[in-house]
Each structure stands twice: as structure tokens, then as C-alpha cells.
């Protein structure tokens, strides 16, 4: 079996978490739902030194998702096909049915999508409140061993 671990910048990925628990900072059982989750890339790179695999920066996906999504079929020994890169969700609904530990309403926009949206992602200009600064900073090491890690 192989591994893809598809990484997203902890910025991005904090300030989408943090907006979509609507923290209330007077709330503990909200916060505690996000320190929860706080660690998460350090547990994914123990992991990941247990259980190697291809990594994927979501960023460079987003950037050529052609190219990535490309050499991850390559990777797992799939043949690729154009008709991969997009997908049909008349039945968004339904989508995640088997999932029924999620949200759906936090997935909606990926639960709709009908291919992955081609933009340049620039970590720089994404604004993040000082709460969720430090969270992501201090998860940025992990994250750098990732981006050398999907350079091999």
C-alpha cells in the first residue's frame, strides 16, 4: 500500500479552522475542540516517519493541480486520464453519505466543487489574528520538513 500525504500550510489552515468553529473565546468547549486538533502535524509527521509515502504541498496542488494529481496516479502506478481532473456532484447531497462522522456543512464548497480551482496561493497576504498566529507558527517546523520531504 502507499502512503499520499496531501499538506496544507498550517496559515491557511488555522484561520479555516478557526473561522469555521466560530471560536468564541468565551467558550471552552470550542477552543478545546481547536487545541484538539493543534498538533496535527506533528502527530502526521511521526506517522509519516513510520508509514513513508509521496507528500503532496496542498498549495502546489492548487497551483497545477494537471501536474500533481498527474504524478500522484503515477506514484500509486495508475494510468491518468485528463477526465480525472474533473468530477460530476449534481447529487452534492449524497456526497459523503458513508461519512457520517463529518460536518458536510464544513466541507460544503469541496462537497460541490466539480474540480480542483487553479489559483497561486500566497501565504503572505492571508491575515490570521494573533490566536491562531501562534498555533501555526508553531507547527510551521513540522510543515517545512514536509515541503523537503515532497521534494525527494
Known sequence: MKQIYLIRHPKPTYKSFYNKLDIDHNNPEKLITFEKNYDHYQVTWEFFQKYPGKVVIAEDLQEDPDQIVKECYEYCGLNFSE???????????????????????????????????????????IEVNDFTKKRAEAQLPYYQKFVEASKL
Open 83 to 125: 477526465e480525472f481532473l474533473s468530477f460530476d456532484n449534481k447529487d452534492s447531497d449524497s456526497v459523503g453519505n458513508e461519512w457520517k462522522c463529518i460536518d458536510k456543512s464544513y466541507y460544503q464548497e469541496a462537497l460541490s466543487s466539480t474540480c480542483i480551482k487553479k489559483e497561486k496561493v500566497d501565504i503572505e497576504k
